[in-house]
């Protein structure tokens, strides 16, 4: 981008860039100011899959859903440790695992924004 992109981005945030002497303290300040702002992120807390019978054809009048097995990878997020679950098997998996699986439905969680944060401290606050 160039430098009169850059500082537009920064105007339409009211980030002030009259400090920045150079391209690469845009940037920097695009980066940390602006993206932190405007990027969502998420994190996996489960992985659903679902395990059809060996032998189980396209032809057979079974839904493919009803016969077979569900499975699911968790996160222990005070360890960081994944488990497959699957009926009442536990077993611990490496997350490269859970990746490479084949997914029925994947569950994930929003990271709260700078501005969430803050409103939720503000709101402790006042209570106490």
């Not at 860039?17 to 489960?46: F, I, N, R």
Request: with cysteine; aromatic share 6%.
């Amino acid at each position: 981008m160039s430098v009169k992109e850059l500082k537009a981005i920064l105007d339409a945030h009211k980030v002030s860039h009259a400090h920045c002497l150079d391209k690469s303290e845009l940037v920097v300040l695009v980066k940390t100011q602006v993206m932190a702002k405007v990027v969502t992120k998420y994190d996996l807390l489960a992985n659903v899959c679902h395990d059809s019978p060996p032998g189980q054809k396209k032809e057979s009048g079974m839904s493919p859903l009803e016969a077979g097995s569900y499975r699911v990878h968790v996160q222990n997020k005070g360890t960081e440790q994944w488990y497959e679950i699957s009926d009442l098997h536990v077993q611990e998996t490496m997350p490269q695992l859970v990746g490479l699986s084949e997914s029925y439905m994947l569950i994930y969680e929003r990271h709260k924004s700078a501005k969430e944060v803050t409103a939720e401290q503000s709101m402790f606050e006042e209570v106490n």
